[in-house]
């Protein structure tokens, strides 16, 4: 087999190759960058020894299966050729038509693309039936799922060999049809999108942005921090290929994701993006708060807490949060206090419970369900003093804390549930199935849970009634809830078996 491209995706995808014991001839027309291709495969292989988890032996033979070549004639031996060149398609169609003279009639041409439509990729071929996408996911060696991409034109055949190939290199395979951005890309890079959007609108910090995404929700990065490591120019030309393809404001770039484009703040590779990246600047991943978790300093000495919750979950709610309080050496009261915490839900407003004699002094709360995180939602009443001893209190009980206006959603369900909503419209399309869509998030990028496993954790109901709230108060269609999602609503299903549905 062949891989064309050797930059970090194609110098991957050898690697995974060779450990699987497969001979590869990794080419690259420009020799500087085979030269860099190779040094990254020894690199990464020699990681993989210190870290014991190949031995010498095993590493000098992996190595020994790897051809380099400078040349796309070194395919034409090849049953099986991996394209990974830039994901631009006229530099694409141009290799494929290269190949296409240079291999056996009978060789299988596969695309890596992960957005551009490998039907168009595979037009300009003699035999079509023979072209696919299998898109890896990055870093090629540790991330456990391909998608394997037939076209309009691509044979069962075919379909069934890539799969298979994937099958036996230790990877699971999801098979999807020619749609731009598959599974992954498709629901990925709109969620990222969003976070943009919200940021730029002052909706809320950057660092509160991604504490919300991975303490709140349990995701392995924040969308900002995320960016930054796909880059902001990847980023934006998937989402050109899904906005072309789809329209909405889910799929239109962000104007500051362009202008950060076009400004060369790119992410991780350049140096800066929505973080910088110089040798004294902390990575995102790991930002901790101005005052620790464990402070212990005296904050207020009294709370008045209120139910705002919309269902019947709130009582639960503030008997719990009084407990902490309570806990944490701070007396609840009805009565006179420091501070007046309406205990909120994500579908309902926080003004309205607010006394009205005391609305500077009121702020929402709401602990998602993982209960590390504390959203402060501050009404357009409410004090900067009475939010900062909010945030406060929310420290001395353990929480991280992030701020967020009085919105539908709040913070972390902002950021989640149009995600969770594009995953069931994927579904309600016909486009893949509940347990294709999570595998996608999983294996492909890193979620812990899949977005419809989520979704039947917080209930069909609760996400629906959320959405149709942001909806309402923004009127854009990307928040109307899917009609499958308004199914199982209302007839209390889960999308897996086992989900509560509610």
Do not use: W
Request: aromatic residues 4%; contains cysteine; proline residues 6%.
């Amino acid at each position: 087999m062949a891989v064309i491209g050797l930059g970090t995706m194609g110098a991957g995808i050898v690697e995974v190759f060779a450990r699987a014991g497969l001979a590869v001839t990794a080419i690259e027309v420009d020799r500087a960058a085979l030269a860099r291709g190779m040094a990254a495969l020894d690199a990464s292989l020699s990681k993989a020894e210190a870290r014991g988890r190949l031995t010498a032996g095993e590493r000098d033979q992996v190595l020994g299966r790897v051809t380099a070549a400078a040349d796309l004639a070194a395919a034409a031996s090849a049953g099986l050729v991996v394209e990974v060149v830039p994901e631009r398609m006229d530099i694409k169609r141009q290799v494929f038509a290269e190949l296409d003279r240079a291999c056996r009639p009978e060789a299988v041409l596969v695309t890596n693309t992960s957005s551009l439509p490998v039907t168009a990729i595979a037009a300009g071929t003699r035999h079509p039936g023979r072209v696919a996408g299998m898109h890896f996911f990055n870093p090629a060696p540790v991330m456990r799922m391909v998608e394997v991409v037939a076209a309009v034109q691509t044979d069962p055949a075919t379909t069934e060999t890539l799969t298979g190939l994937v099958r036996s290199i230790g990877k699971t395979p999801v098979v999807v049809t020619d749609r731009a951005g598959f599974v992954a890309n498709a629901l990925l890079l709109p969620y990222l999108n969003h976070a943009v959007s919200l940021l730029a609108a002052g909706y809320a910090t950057r660092e509160d942005i991604d504490m919300a995404a991975r303490v709140g929700l349990g995701l392995p990065m924040g969308p900002l921090a995320l960016l930054d490591l796909i880059g902001l120019d990847t980023s934006l030309a998937i989402l050109e290929v899904l906005d072309g393809e789809f329209g909405g404001a889910r799929f239109a770039p962000a104007p500051l994701l362009r202008r950060m484009t076009e400004a060369g703040r790119i992410g991780r590779k350049s140096g800066r993006g929505f973080y910088d990246y110089g040798q004294d600047s902390p990575p995102p991943a790991v930002l901790t708060p101005t005052i620790q978790p464990n402070d212990s300093r005296p904050i207020l000495s009294s709370v008045t807490l209120i139910d705002g919750a919309a269902d019947h979950a709130g009582p639960a709610a503030v008997a719990t949060l009084a407990e902490m309080i309570g806990a944490a050496g701070v007396s609840v009261t009805a009565g006179e206090s420091d501070l007046v915490v309406v205990v909120a839900s994500p579908g309902a407003a926080v003004l309205p419970a607010a006394p009205a004699d005391r609305a500077a002094d009121t702020v929402g709360m709401h602990v998602p369900g993982g209960g590390r995180l504390a959203e402060v939602i501050s009404t357009v009443a409410s004090s900067a003093g009475a939010a900062a001893r909010a945030a406060a209190l929310g420290r001395r009980l353990g929480l991280e804390v992030v701020h967020c206006p009085d919105r539908p959603g709040f913070l972390a369900g902002a950021l989640l549930y149009p995600h969770l909503n594009d995953a069931v419209r994927m579904v309600q399309d016909g486009y893949a199935s509940a347990a294709d869509v999570d595998a996608a998030m999983t294996l492909g990028c890193g979620y812990p849970r899949g977005p419809l496993a989520m979704l039947d954790d917080i209930g069909a109901g609760r996400v629906h009634a959320v959405l149709a709230s942001m909806h309402a108060r923004y009127g854009d269609p990307a928040f109307a809830p899917a009609a499958l999602l308004a199914d199982h609503a209302t007839a209390g299903l889960a999308f897996h078996s086992g989900g509560s549905g509610q």
